[in-house]
């Protein structure tokens, strides 16, 4: 049996439908009591079980039967960090998942956080994604570690979040500056990575970056995303120092549009050391971003 945990985000419901294409009846979903589950509960033979990674007997419950977890859950930066809510989800909660996997006999482990994932200082959002690989690190299941860039997809939420707010704003804000680059990774590619590295004995033991063949300017993405959604705005680069000022205000709101996490992403380039990543890794080419953006769009 094959659990994903995450199973109800952008890279986990891409996920679910593949596993449940290459394992018929084989695949089970962790999802939340209040989840939205219409696109999951479609899908053939997917069996889902309610629960909660802050929840460690749902957790035991989950993983009866299951020989392979993919964990893919995880607090975006978009979010407000109330009652310590990035410490209890993306490190406390991946540390009862993996820690119920390991008593339940769980023999393969894949986990998907993100591109530039660095120990940082305590307390910090990126912090918390550092635990999380952690928790990887120190299990005993072998455990491969996927490190994907900004993704691309039906779904991703920095294009489609882009689109948002250029469609409101009469300036497309560069958070950071317009020189950050970038390189963007299809979903699918994401997921055929991730079903790849489950079933490899080489990927054991390994943090895979996962990225793009492109590399781009946070300027070119910003273009690329007027002309997809026919839209003319004027460009601005925010510094760090006020996007930070900014973010703090914001964070006042229940909701804020900007949060301190959210800069904290924007202060490094997005890249991967090793361009090619994935074609070294799993030997097959990255989409690329440009025909998928002419044929899909953006949904926003």
């Not at 089970?28 to 069996?47: F, I, M, T």
């Not at 035991?60 to 964990?71: H, I, R, S």
């Not at 769980?106 to 994604?129: A, D, E, F, H, Q």
Request: aromatic share 8%; hydrophobic share 45%; with cysteine.
């Amino acid at each position: 049996m094959k659990l994903v945990i995450g199973s109800t985000g952008f890279i986990g419901r891409a996920l679910v439908k593949a596993l449940v294409e290459r394992y018929p009846g084989q695949v089970r979903a962790l999802v939340r009591q209040n989840s939205k589950l219409l696109e999951l509960a479609q899908l053939p033979g997917l069996e889902l079980v309610v629960g909660d990674i802050l929840d460690r007997e749902s957790l035991t419950n989950a993983m009866k039967g299951v020989d392979t977890l993919f964990y893919f859950a995880a607090l975006t930066a978009n979010i407000k960090n109330k009652e310590n809510i990035y410490w209890r989800i993306n490190a406390e909660g991946t540390y009862n998942a993996i820690e119920a996997a390991a008593q339940a006999g769980v023999k393969r482990l894949v986990l998907c956080n993100g591109l530039g994932t660095i120990k940082s200082t305590p307390g910090s959002y990126m912090r918390t994604r550092w635990e999380m690989e952690e928790a990887a690190r120190q299990s005993t299941i072998p455990w491969t570690i996927l490190q994907p860039g900004v993704v691309f997809g039906t779904g991703s939420e920095f294009f489609e979040s882009q689109a948002r707010i250029i469609k409101k704003a009469p300036i497309a804000a560069m958070i950071g500056g317009s020189k950050i680059r970038f390189q963007p990774v299809y979903v699918g590619d994401v997921v055929r990575a991730a079903v790849e590295a489950s079933e490899r004995t080489d990927k054991i033991g390994k943090t895979i970056e996962l990225v793009g063949a492109e590399n781009y300017t946070y300027k070119e993405l910003i273009d690329l995303i007027l002309v997809t959604i026919k839209k003319k705005r004027l460009k601005m680069s925010v510094p760090l120092w006020a996007a930070w000022i900014g973010a703090t205000i914001f964070n006042l709101l229940p909701k804020p549009p900007l949060t301190p996490a959210l800069v904290e992403m924007f202060s490094f380039d997005n890249v991967a050391a090793d361009p090619n990543v994935i074609e070294h890794e799993f030997g097959f080419k990255p989409s690329p971003l440009i025909p998928y953006l002419e044929k899909h769009g953006i949904r926003f």
